[in-house]
């Protein structure tokens, strides 16, 4: 077959090149139309040194030494001097293709022993002498097409160890390449493309020692004559391609006849225009062993009967692309031995022609025919006996054919392939809408059936499948989303492995208990993407124990995850453990719960891309142990953290997290990236390009591998401090709290303790016994009531109070009992409130006199209760008394609450048992 020479190596993705792309194809061909980046210099890699496209005029001196290949092509060099090639000794491969050179050098083989490769194509060599390859024993390819050809004398005639011999394209007006024996080891000679018309009985002459030639290419050579013996010297050829040679059918039989002392097994008469069949056009192979004949693109219309009655040995016959218009039980007589026919698009209906015909019984000769090809093809009816006789028969391909009989499938559709043992029928784009109960019962043998691609409106009750127990492979994807199911849709098929339903079911076809699937024990690939699933019950894959491919993408299940979810999420995972992969692209999901994924330890590739996951919980991947494919890009993905990853990501050998917007900060993304620089077994497409940072500002659109990771080194010392002061901060404003609202209570239960132990009085005894009262009591004569209800209860045998209601002396004097109890009272103790410092004798003398024992006794004896809020201003201005010229202990206030009495007590008895000497 003709060498294709370059290929595409980049995508076409701007307009402008596109555009030259497409003018090129159209004026050059496709085989110069080469999109491919600018280099700058020659690419060195793996001892392959690559110089195309460079426009050099001659072979770079710098390259390394040892290198093995070297590429040339599609320059400027219009010789090859042999010194230039010196420096690389050791090549086995150039390619000069593609320049202007006129000459071979004789030396060139000399420079390079080691050559087996030379590929010349598209120069302008003219003149090739036997001296210009005489050095080249070690030459296995040669490729000389697309030259300007001249041959002087045996130039091949040194070539011991050739194999392959490219000369098409090169205007030769003879096959003859030489007149002595020659190319010994010679397999594969291409000649195609060329302008000799004749092969005469010594063209191929000087290959009768060329005993392992199999191939000969003579596609478009426009033979007219030839010779009888022409094939005699290479009687061993096994393949001749004749592809666009337009020879005519007379010249077909000619050659066909002169093949027949060949050992010829593989024979190409592609696009020649052969557009009728005769029952003589292959009749000089019969006695040949004949095996495969491709008669493709050739416009054919007609097939005589008999036509290939000559080919008893033929096993494979390729007829697509014709424009056939009848089958008949004669047309494919006497191919007892084919296995396989192909006519795609060899049956079609155009609008100048009718609906092509095939007969009843037209297969039946074909009796070891294993595959029927019929894409693409236009039949006006498929009848009853249509493939009758197929006994055969495994494979029957119909897809994107156009068969009315095939819109409605009954019970009678296929009946004409009872007797064939059919394991794969394709009915794949056939416009099917409807399928009846029955229609494939007669299929018991079919392990793989294919509807995709049609237009099924209905509900699948069970009986459309019976009789299909030995199906494997159900495939119903791209239905139009109108399949509906019940729980006994597929009860026919309990050997059922692969089903297909993507973009076929209506929403709300699986929301059903029990689930459609639970007969399928054995299933192990299940496909329900793009149905817009948004229902589907936790027990839809109950049963399923051998399932290991899921796909769900494009459908509609954020819901069912959600926390929020009515019943809670739907675990639709749970009980299938030999789960491998996972599927659930594009279904909106912002959350998957803890347990969704539980259980799924076999589970090696997870895709969930084009979701809006963000904050993912810690646990959820840690049953993925053997996961290795993660798929999480298009999400909204800021924090990559161990405790969510960490389990997943230890066997990961392809990870997919680009587009997402990663927050750039040590706690987010420090761990992922230490993680990316570190492992040697994970594969990670587009790091740098694709991996970017959101926030912060700093690395906005920067790679996430620009991150800094030293900055996060020094974190712990502050992470230690944050904690220790976010601990303090918190105690602190827990104490605070607990002072301000029960403060109270912790003083009243420790004084209790202290008082215990130590006693409320810290005065000497000879200090208690010099004083008869405790206390002498002031206050207003409103606040009498108060005095007696609140003061007066606390007196004991310890504890004594002078007041002066109750313990004045009838008959003495007031201003007398005043002086004389104060000079017998330890303490003096005020009950302030708003009505005492109005009061003008308390203000005048007992305040006056109080503060004039004191200060005379050289003691600190005085004690302040407040029943009211007694600005500190208004207490100096009426008692000459200031808060701050007492000890906290002796500055008592009443509680508003009932509850803080007994505290209130307890804090009175501690203020009238403290010393009066005064503090220094």
Known sequence: ?????????????????????????????????????????????????????????????????????????????????????????????????????????????????????????????????????????????????SNRLKLQGEPFFALQKLKFLDVSKNKLLSAKLGSQPQLPSLVNLNL?????????????????????????????????????????????????????????????????????GTSIDTLSLRMMKLLTLSNTTFMGLQKTNLTFLDLSHNGMNKIEGGSFQWLSSLQTLILSDNNIKHLTKATFQGLKSLKKLELASALVKSHTSSTPIIDDFSFQPLGALESLILQRTAVRELTEHIFTGLTSLKELDMSWSSYTSLKTITSKTLVSLAGSPLTKLNLIGTAISQINPGSFSVLRNLTILLLDYNFVKQTLTGKEFEGLGQVQELHMTNNRQMVNLNSTSFVYMPNLRILTLGKSLIATALDLNPS??????????????????????????EGLVNLKVLKLQHNNLARLWKSANLGGPVLFL???????????????????????????NNLSELSLSNNLLNSLTDSVFDDLNSLQVLRLQKNLITSVRPEVFKTPMNNLSLLIMDKNPFDCTC?????????????????????????????????????????????????????????????????????????RFQGWRIQFFWNIVINRILGFSNARAEEVQEFE?????????????????????????????????????????????????????RKILFVITENLL???????????????????????????????????????????????????????????????????????????????????
């Open 516 to 541: 459609p699937f639970r007969p399928l024990s054995n299933l192990t690939f299940l496909d329900l993407s793009n149905n817009n699933i948004a229902n589907i019950r936790g027990s839809m894959l």
């Open 838 to 920: 109005k009061d003008p004798w308390c203000r005048r003398f007992k305040a006056h006199h109080a503060l004039h024992q004191v200060i005379e006794a050289s003691r600190d004896s005085v004690v302040l209760v407040f029943l009211q809020d007694v600005h500190d201003y208004k207490l100096y201005q009426s008692l000459f008394l200031r808060r701050s010229m007492l000890r906290p202990c002796c500055i008592l206030e009443w509680p508003v609450d009932k509850e803080r009495v007994p505290a209130f007590h307890q804090k009175l008895l501690i203020a009238l048992g403290m010393t009066n000497r005064l503090q220094e």
């Open 1 to 145: 077959m003709q060498r294709q020479h370059l290929v595409f190596e980049t995508m076409c993705t701007s307009r402008s090149l596109l555009t030259w792309v497409i003018i090129c194809y159209f004026i050059m061909g496709p085989c110069h139309c080469v999109a491919r980046p600018k280099k700058r210099s020659c690419l060195v890699q793996d001892s392959r040194a690559d110089c195309s496209h460079l426009s050099l005029s001659a072979v770079p001196p710098d390259l390394p030494r040892n290198i093995t290949s070297l590429d040339m092509s599609h320059n400027r060099l219009v010789k090859i001097p042999p010194e230039s090639l010196s420096p690389y000794p050791g090549l086995l491969y150039l390619d000069v293709s593609f320049n202007s050179i006129t000459h071979i050098n004789g030396s060139l083989c000399q420079i390079l022993p080691l050559l087996h490769t030379l590929n010349m194509e598209h120069n302008e060599v003219h003149w090739l002498k036997k001296e210009d390859l005489s050095h080249c024993a070690s030459l296995t390819w040669l490729y000389m097409a």
């Open 773 to 825: 009262y405790d206390a002498y009591i002031i206050h207003a004569k409103e606040d009498t009531n108060w005095v007696k209800r609140r003061m007066v209860p606390l007196e004991n045998n310890r504890c004594r109070f002078f007041w002066e209601n109750r313990d004045a002396v009838p008959g003495m004097s007031q201003l007398q009992s005043i002086v004389e109890n104060m000079r017998m009272s």
């Open 667 to 739: 706690e987010s993304i420090l761990w992922f990236v230490t993680w990316l620089n570190n492992t040697n077994t994970t594969n990670v497409p587009d790091l740098r390009e694709q991996y970017k940072c959101n926030t912060p500002l700093v690395y906005f659109n920067h790679s996430i591998m620009d991150f800094d990771t030293l900055s996060c080194k020094d974190m712990t010392p502050f992470q230690l401090l944050y904690i220790l002061s976010t601990t303090a901060v918190m105690m602190l404003i827990v104490i605070a709290l607990l002072v």
């Open 574 to 600: 749970k009980g299938v453990q030999s789960l491998m992969t996972l599927q659930m692209d594009s279904n909106g999901l912002d959350e998957i719960p803890v347990e969704a994924l539980r259980g799924l």
């Open 192 to 260: 195609a493309f060329n302008d000799f018309t004749a092969l005469k009985k010594d063209d191929f002459s000087f290959l009768t020692s060329s005993p392992y030639l199999q191939v000969l290419n003579l596609s478009s050579v426009q033979l007219k004559m030839l010779e009888p013996g022409c094939f005699e010297p290479i009687r061993n050829l096994h393949t001749l391609i004749m592809d666009g040679s337009n020879i005519g059918t007379s010249v077909i039989s000619k050659l066909c006849s002169e093949l027949s």
